[in-house]
């Protein structure tokens, strides 16, 4: 009797905590559907061709756009990406191939210690290395500062990537006698480049989604820019901008700012998961 | 470069072409990857060096001690204390991290012990695009959404009923700490989930299957099993959320209130390291205030990379432990 009771409590607990952890999927679904939601609707209605090709207009002054903006954050992206991803893919490329010695393992660890480090921090760093020795703010800044923000997590990641691509292939290559640095680059690392690119993507994502370094790196601009050392405006400046002002054409300007980053980070992951599924089927 | 002087070289010479230590492609390989993957521990000291670089100017003025114990914080006068932000960063990290961990925790069992795998699979989704979502939009989002939820509804709630808590006092603005540690909590969330979905994962199945085996029930065997092996990978886990919640800024910039004052209640308006690096840093004009503003990013650096690498210490730690114990 008493051990009977002691199991229906036993199962009353463990289908009770079952279901408290489901409940705990709310936590992430809620904030994740109140975010999209309020994003989209909030910010469709400002969505027009103006939005996109022309410059900002001063307060009170209806219409004008965010197309410096947006030209100036896929600038100073690609610039980053000049700095970024050979750096990053490089040094990932070096911790698969070579990477299982001590310095090995020591920038493996300084890699991942570093993709943890605030970005306002680096937002610092590249001040220091730029913005001091040029005398203003600029374009180069940001792009320096985002491009150091992208090397060890895709470091990281193109380690793994690498490392993916099974030995059968590589010993198959070195047996029919290729030197080892054509067996790395034309077969190991070719099998793994789809990945690779994959992860280039969400590199280029999360870039272009940051704030923090690019505020007194690449400060901001009113016009259109494309002078590597002249201060840039970005899409999320312009959002931060938007949305601490006090004026409510500006709050709604900010939404239809993040609707458009939303919509462009979404497209390079959904583009990055799309390239990783049909390289799976490819591999089997 | 290395292609071309190999491929001419290997006609001519039987010897360059083969695989060996001699072989000049090689070298020239080899010499490369070397360069790059030095690369990150060089970057790694410029950001050291150059913090310290633009922080120089503060420790003329100030010992580090001072500093970082002083409680004014007045650029007019020259005088940077950095305790407000220190304060408001523990506080708002704090809050996040009680709100997010629990969550965290249960989304991780639900996904890896409850959920059929296909299902745990499917909800990971939502949590990676949490992860994707830019700061400054959770930052909008919040100013407009969350802080006057917090507002009119949360913040008299909490006074109503938790108002004997000194932390539950004050007038209800909804700009303040609860409203930065709530985003953080969102924001810290997937970083939590995904590190601990990865280490309880590595909880040896024969573990699990032994305690249902002796007729624990799934959650005895979750508690017998899979908590303890993964016990230190989950600290890992929370502790990785804590490094980001410390150096998140924009969120915290626009919702946090950005007043430099103390306050024991979370109803009240704070400030914390990285908001006041974010909102002074392009207008401060003399050597000093910039220097004691990188001097706060240095503070900052130090904390989030001693929480990183104890968290990955800790997360490698769980995660080789199944082969030595297969092995």
Known sequence: MNLHSSFTYRKVVDRGMAVVCALCFIGAFIPLISVLWLVVSNGAAGLSWAFFTELPKPVGEAGGGIGNALVGTLYMVGLACVIGLPLGVGAGVYLAEKGDGTIGSTVRFMAEVLSGVPSIVIGIVAYALVVIPMGHFSATAGAVALAILMIPTLARATEELVRLVPGSLREASLALGVPNWKTSLSVVIRTAMGGIVTACLLAVARAAGETAPLLFTALNNQYWNLNPSAPTASLTVAIYNYAISPYDDWHSKAWTASLVLLIVVGLLNIASRVLTRSRLKGAR | MADAAASSVAPAEAEAGHPGPGNLGDRIFNGTLWALGIMVLVVAGLIVLNLALVARPLAKEHSLWGFITSREWNPIEDHFGALPFLYGTLVTSAVSIILAVPVAIGLGLFITQFAPPKLGRVLTIPVELLAAIPSVVYGLWGLFIVVPWLRESIQPWLGKHFGWLPIFTG?????????????????????????????????????????????????????????????????????????????????????????????????????????????????????????????????????????????????????????????
């Open chain 2, 171 to 327: 007038p209800p603005i909804g700009l303040g700490y609860l409203a930065a540690g709530a985003i953080l909590a969102v924001m810290i969330l997937p970083t939590v989930v995904a590190v601990s979905v990865e280490v309880m994962k590595t909880t040896p199945e024969a573990n699990r299957e032994a305690a249902l085996a002796l007729g624990a029930t799934k959650w005895e065997a979750v508690m017998m099993a899979v908590i303890p092996y993964s016990r230190a990978g989950i600290l890992g886990a929370v502790l990785l959320g804590l490094g980001r919640a410390l150096g998140e800024t924009m969120a915290v910039t626009m919702v946090i209130g950005n007043s430099p004052d103390i306050s024991l209640s979370l109803f009240a308006p704070g400030y914390s390291l990285p908001a006041v690096i974010a909102n002074e840093f392009a207008e401060a004009t003399s050597n000093v205030h910039v220097g004691a503003l990188a001097g706060l990013g240095l503070i900052l650096f130090a904390t989030t990379f001693l929480l990183n690498a104890a968290a990955r210490v800790l997360v490698t730690a769980v995660q080789k432990g199944p082969s030595r114990v297969k092995g």
